[in-house]
């Protein structure tokens, strides 16, 4: 039991629930054809391989700045020619997604995201339907996979609804929940205080996790799953929408940005609710019902723990 314990500590301390945070630039047109370029480089990159981040086909201007918290300011002149944005590393690619925001001086916002693949961005001209579209599913996908808590959370729906038909009614309240709060949020038509949610999104996987190793069938919880799943998903939708507020809303495409992010996040739901389904049903193929059982409680009292350390983490960086 010390073991388990031990593993329990040093998975919750390097297993934080929103890991693999991108490369952060911001391209902001002061004037015509003159950027400011920022980038903030996230705490996985060692400091020896930190990123050399340039627009590509313009002159520098000035002195570049290197501040605290590993980031770096310049300013470039790029005429009449069509800059692109290049990201170099000088030992070796570290598999870390770069979120790009670029403001124009027109006003117009544009947001990219690039896989750990790519080095080289050419700038859009403008920004257009298609292509908040394809940006914004993609960060909304990204976003729900990377995001361990919400997965977490629809893992122990799943093991409370168990049938195909309560499963289905159960994940549908929760998508349509979180997209009430995820769009009222994102469009600033209600106000929440981020850290106090996310305390609670790990207390609801601490609530579920509980409801699951208690086992009575009698609660409100197992007899009326979706009640659960709608609660608790009003509150992972002002999840969503905190990350949505980090990235911003494309200034000329505002509802097609909100609609396909939410996009993103079904998809990435549906991707992680499929995978568990066809998991338990290979299990049941090659008759594992045992083991399966067996396995149970550990896995949910591991997701407990986890879920409780991040819920006091989350209590103390607010407190």
Not at 57 to 83: F, H, N, T, W
């Amino acid at each position: 039991m010390k073991w388990f314990c031990a593993f329990l500590i040093f998975f919750s301390s390097v297993l934080p629930a929103h890991e693999g945070r991108p490369l952060h630039i911001e391209i902001v047109e002061k004037r015509k054809n003159v950027f400011d370029l920022k980038w903030k480089i996230p705490p996985s990159i060692p400091h020896f391989n930190s990123p050399s981040v340039k627009l590509k086909g313009c002159a520098a201007r000035g002195e570049m700045v290197i501040g605290g918290g590993l980031i770096g300011k310049q300013v470039y002149d790029c005429g009449e020619s069509l800059p692109s944005l290049l990201i170099d590393y000088p030992i070796f690619n570290p598999a870390v997604s770069t979120l790009i925001r670029l403001r124009r001086f027109s006003g117009a916002k544009h947001t990219k995201l690039l896989g750990p693949e790519d080095t080289l961005w050419k700038m859009p001209l403008e920004e257009n339907t298609w292509s908040v579209a394809e940006n914004y599913t993609k960060l909304g996908i990204r976003h729900i996979l990377e995001g361990i808590d919400h997965l977490l959370f629809l893992l122990c729906l799943l093991l409370i609804a168990g049938t195909g038909k309560r499963i289905l009614i159960t994940v549908t309240g929760f998508t349509l929940a979180h997209s009430i709060t995820l769009a009222l949020s994102a469009l600033k038509i209600v106000k929440v205080p981020v850290a106090p949610v996310e305390a609670v999104i790990a207390l609801s996987i601490v609530f579920l996790a509980h409801e699951i190793i208690k086992d009575r069938r009698d609660t409100l919880t197992w007899k009326y799953p979706i009640t659960v799943s709608s609660s608790f998903g009003l509150l992972h939708g002002f999840g969503f929408a905190a990350v949505l507020g980090e990235i911003g809303l494309p200034q000329t495409e505002i509802t097609a940005g909100l609609l396909f992010f939410n996009i993103g996040v079904e998809i990435g739901q549906i991707i992680f609710v499929l995978a568990i389904i066809s998991l338990i049903k290979g299990l049941m193929i090659i008759n594992l019902d045992i083991k399966r059982s067996m396995l149970k409680k550990p896995v949910v009292y591991a997701i407990g723990s986890l879920a409780t350390f991040w819920m006091f983490e989350r209590i103390g960086g607010f407190i």
